[in-house]
């Protein structure tokens, strides 16, 4: 699914829990969403340190890889949402932040070999 496909199903979804949850202004919508983000880090977080078995075994003994990424696409998800509360062209934003980042790092140069570290 591509990016904008992706942010057409999540104006959606906004729409429906603004409607279902109604907050009597932007930013209450804003916190929300913030705060939902919070959350889903947190539920991800505990999701990667039960995969690096980091965790109490009870927890070790339930994970599932499906659960982490769930979880990574609930981040992701909340993210959009804010992105659509704050009124972000969220695919203008990240092309921009890609094409900023490609240049920071260098990435388009020709020749992308490292200088091998000296042995000695």
């Given amino acids: 699914m591509q990016l904008e496909k992706i942010i057409l199903e999540y104006k959606k979804i906004a729409k429906f829990l603004n409607k279902r949850w109604p907050l009597k202004d932007d930013n209450q919508k804003i916190f929300a969403r913030t705060m939902k983000i919070v959350e ?16 109490r075994n009870s927890k070790i003994a339930n994970y599932s890889r499906q659960n982490l990424e769930d979880e990574f696409a609930d981040v992701f998800a909340s993210l959009i949402l804010l992105g659509i509360e704050l009124d972000i062209d969220i695919e203008k934003v990240v092309e921009r ?13 020709k020749d992308q070999t490292l200088p091998l570290k000296d042995k000695n």
């Fill in 40 to 55: 889903e880090l947190g539920e991800l977080s505990d999701e990667i340190l039960t995969s690096m078995r980091l965790q």
């Fill in 97 to 109: 932040k890609i094409a900023f980042t490609r240049q920071r790092l260098e990435i388009d140069k």
